[in-house]
Structure formats: C-alpha cells, structure tokens
C-alpha cells in the first residue's frame, strides 16, 4: 500500500539539495573547462601548422612550373588562378580554395622570407598580433 499523501503537499527536492547539486556541478566546470579550452587552442594550432604545409607543397609546385615563388604583391592568389599570365604556370596547384587560418584570418606571405628564406608563410594566431603565447603565438612554416 502507498501511504496517503495530503493534497497540496508534493516531495520534492530541498533548496539546500539542489545548492549542493548546482555547487558540485560547478567544481566540475571549473575543473574540466580550462583543460578542455586548452585542447581547442592546441587544435587550432594544429590545424594551421598542417593546413601551412598543405600551402608549401602547392608553393613548391609552383615554383618548378615557372621557375620562382609568387611574388608578395600577387600572394597566395597565384595558386588558384594564373596572375598576369605567368609562363610556364600549370595550376591551379590547390584542390580548393586557400584557406583561411583556423582564427578566420588569411595567412601571411612574404617574398623573399627573413633570414635567408625563400618565403615565409605565418599566421600571427589568435589575437593577430606578432608575438604572444599559447594560443596567441606566431606559427610559422618551414
């Protein structure tokens, strides 16, 4: 038999209960938050070193079929289409579109590169900004 309940009472959680519940779940949160968004930085680093090396090749490419890298004033856009009818050009050297780095900012070309280099390829990372750390550091290619 179930006990008769009088109407107008229902159990139900206390307020302390659910205080406690909400404080555990908040302990949690802010344990596994910070690590998680940690990962998604990592990642995102990751994704742009490996999308940098898929640029490279197409670069590489390039410069066996006319003989140079693209000049800085073209950029990265000489890989798609033929930028003032460059000979020997035989592209387009990416399968799509050039991607943007994995913070919505198109990647950064020079002719010719710092330090000797034939080009340099970067991206400034989160904040867009040279220098910083974490998330916000530079990535370079090569």
Do not use: C
Request: charged share 20%.
């Amino acid at each position: 038999m179930h006990p008769q309940r009088s109407p107008g009472r229902w159990r139900g959680f206390t307020l302390l209960e659910l205080l406690v519940v909400l404080l555990i779940i908040a302990l949690l949160a802010g344990y596994v938050g910070p690590k998680l968004f940690g990962e998604v930085g990592k990642a995102r680093s990751k994704t742009a070193a490996s999308q940098m090396k898929g640029i490279e090749s197409a670069l590489d490419r390039y410069r066996l079929d006319t003989g140079h890298y693209p000049p800085s004033d073209v950029g990265l856009a000489a890989l798609m289409t033929n930028q003032g009818s460059t000979p020997g050009w035989e592209g387009p050297y990416m399968t799509s579109a050039i991607p943007n780095d994995p913070w919505g900012k198109p990647y950064i070309y020079r002719v010719p590169g710092e330090n000797g280099k034939d080009y340099d390829l970067f991206t400034y990372g989160a904040d867009g900004k040279p220098g910083g750390t974490g998330e916000d550091a530079d990535i370079f290619s090569k």
